[in-house]
């Protein structure tokens, strides 16, 4: 107990060997003015502080990974809340292998034709760039990809993915700024920049589109971007995908020629944009749900699947048109223009903005 009557709890826990630890709680209920930190043993890096704000529904709660094996978990209760917090640590999850350094096996594991968004070819998508991120599952494994979206008016987290990516809980992390710190494949990259937990908002199958809310207070240290999009159902003459191939570290991807009707599996026509070739770059799975970018840097769309790869380099993509998923449905749950424009304002452009303006 300290002098003025908070309280502050330590524990320290290793998992010898671990080249990265991530924490799970099945209860997880901090009161106001409570705070919780996961700090390295050595002092050189921290998570938190986690408050009252990452509270869920359903009281689950997961970190980010924190690279080492030893920790500290640090929980402080101002003494007007003593006593009022719920903590009840599920599981401790072992890295085994190196997500922060150089040889992590994942790091370069999608084609040789990707291309890094640090290299030149990214240049003029900066700003893009910040808006996407990778999906990670409580666990640490990255299996999709997708992207921040601004809306008219509405000052939300929204993450804008693929529908078979499946539905957004409390057990998913955005990962942002997963990137390599070099054009060269192999460079060092951080996985340190996450926002844990979402909740589904709009979900349809039909152009295969998921609007989520990411729950917990993205950092203004992470420098996000909202991206803005064009919901207007007219062809772009060429267009830009960032994503995150095979749970790689972010790439960017280019096609020259415009943009076709299409559809998925049989589905309904002209329900997505499908581009055929690539011009440089291509996607693989994990680039499920990415953005596709018109020649205006809006996103018309996220990935549903195809057949493009490096070693199928005149393969097809589609990506659902947000076009349709705008009013596809027939309840705010099931389309997008509910959630994008929540004025009413009618406007099917919206430009991008940093989310910490």
Not at 20 to 41: D, E, W
Not at 71 to 89: N, T
Not at 176 to 186: A, I, L, Q
Request: proline share 5%; hydrophobic share 30%.
């Amino acid at each position: 107990m300290l002098k003025d009557g908070s309280k502050i709890w330590r524990l320290q826990i290793t998992t010898e060997g671990a080249f990265s630890t991530n924490l799970i709680f099945k209860k997880y209920r901090l009161p106001i003015g409570a705070t919780l930190h996961v700090i390295s043993s050595d002092m050189s890096d921290y998570l938190g502080a986690f408050t009252h704000v990452n509270n869920k529904e359903d009281g689950v709660f997961a970190t980010g990974p924190l690279s080492g094996d030893s920790f500290i978990l640090e929980y402080y209760e101002p003494k007007e809340v003593v006593g009022q917090g719920v903590l009840e640590l599920e599981s401790v999850v072992h890295g085994y292998r190196n997500l922060f350094g150089k040889e992590e096996p994942k790091n370069g594991r999608s084609g040789l034709c990707n291309v890094n968004v640090v290299c030149p070819e990214g240049n003029e998508w900066r700003d893009q760039i910040r808006g996407n991120a990778a999906l990670m599952t409580s666990s640490g494994q990255r299996f999709c990809s997708g992207s921040m979206i601004n809306t008219h008016g509405d000052k939300k987290q929204y993450f804008l993915t693929a529908a078979h990516c499946g539905t957004a809980s409390s057990s998913w992390v955005a990962l942002f700024k997963y990137e390599s710190f070099t054009c060269p494949r192999g460079g060092q990259r951080l996985l340190n920049y996450t926002a844990s937990g979402m909740k589904p908002v709009a979900r349809n199958t039909i152009t295969d589109f998921h609007i989520a809310e990411v729950l917990e207070p993205i950092k203004a240290s992470y420098q996000v971007y909202l991206n803005g999009w064009d919901a207007i159902d007219a062809p772009s003459n060429g267009a830009c995908g960032i994503h995150h191939p095979a749970g790689d570290v972010k790439k960017i991807t280019f096609a020259t020629v415009p943009m076709k009707n299409g559809s998925w599996s049989g589905g309904p026509p002209n329900t997505h944009w499908r581009v055929e070739p690539w011009s440089k770059g291509t996607t693989e799975p994990g680039s499920s749900g990415s953005p596709l970018y018109n020649m205006k840097k809006l996103v018309i769309g996220q990935l549903h699947g195809g057949s493009a790869s490096c070693s199928n380099m005149r393969g097809f993509d589609v990506y659902g048109k947000l076009a349709r998923s705008w009013d596809i449905g027939t309840t705010p749950a099931t389309r997008a223009k509910d959630i994008l424009d929540p004025k009413g304002t009618g406007k099917r452009t919206c430009l991008g903005r940093n989310l910490h303006n």
